[in-house]
């Protein structure tokens, strides 16, 4: 078994639901074995669901202001006092500074809920993504899971999952295909880090 202090720690950023998080969250929970844990959920919105998700599953919660997230002297110390290794973005709407991602080099990942490069960069966010998918009546989409760099949906693609669409899928039917590839990917994914980190 591995104790608490063996394990990767993770810190997830979100601003919305926060379904993701909690997927990542329960798939560590789950087994005394796994090679990692979330310590940690990063906010900028008090009132977000995954505020309550993560306070439900027993995990701390920072809720930041734009300010204090582009503040070095306030992230870096957060980050060290939960001892955080890996930095997973699960639907966070606030520019990462540089700062964060040049200490989080190759250990920064986010998620996005399309096949990039398609349907990525600006305003390409949640529903905007699966709107414009059904728009273009594409057969298929998918998620791609990538390393943060400066320029943010463009840092190296570790892993693509793709998913059939038929032509009466609305957005919402997108979104919950879409949700179901991420929930079982995103955690074995950084689950797959921890152990590169621990080697
Ligand atoms: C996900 O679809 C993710 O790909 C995107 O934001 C969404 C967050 O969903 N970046 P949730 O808050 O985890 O439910």
Do not use: W
């Not at 979330?38 to 300010?67: F, K, M, Q």
């Not at 955080?84 to 966070?92: D, K, M, Q, S």
């Not at 997108?174 to 590169?196: N, Q, T």
């Amino acid at each position: 078994m591995k104790t608490t202090s063996d394990k990767t720690k993770i810190a997830i950023f979100a601003s919305g639901s926060g379904s993701n998080a909690e997927a990542i969250i329960r798939y560590f929970n789950s087994s005394a074995d796994a090679p990692g844990q979330v310590a940690l959920v990063v906010t900028n919105r008090a009132d977000a669901g995954v505020v309550e998700r993560a306070r439900r599953l027993g995990v701390a919660v920072a809720t930041l202001t734009r300010s204090e997230l582009n503040d070095a002297a306030v992230m870096l110390p957060l980050m060290e006092r939960h001892g955080i290794e890996i930095i997973a973005l699960a639907g966070f709407l606030m520019m990462i500074p540089p700062f964060l991602i040049e200490r989080y080099d190759g250990r920064m990942v986010n998620i996005h809920p399309s096949l990039l490069p398609k349907y990525g960069g600006k305003g390409m966010y949640g529903r905007h993504v699966h709107e414009a998918v059904v728009g273009a009546r594409e057969t298929e989409t998918g998620i791609t899971i990538h390393l943060v760099s400066e320029r943010y949906d463009e840092g190296a693609i570790l892993l693509q999952a793709r998913v059939g669409l038929s032509p009466t899928d609305t957005p919402a039917d997108v979104a919950a295909k879409v949700h179901e590839l991420e929930h079982h990917h995103y955690p074995r994914l950084l689950a797959s880090l921890c152990l590169r980190r621990s080697h």
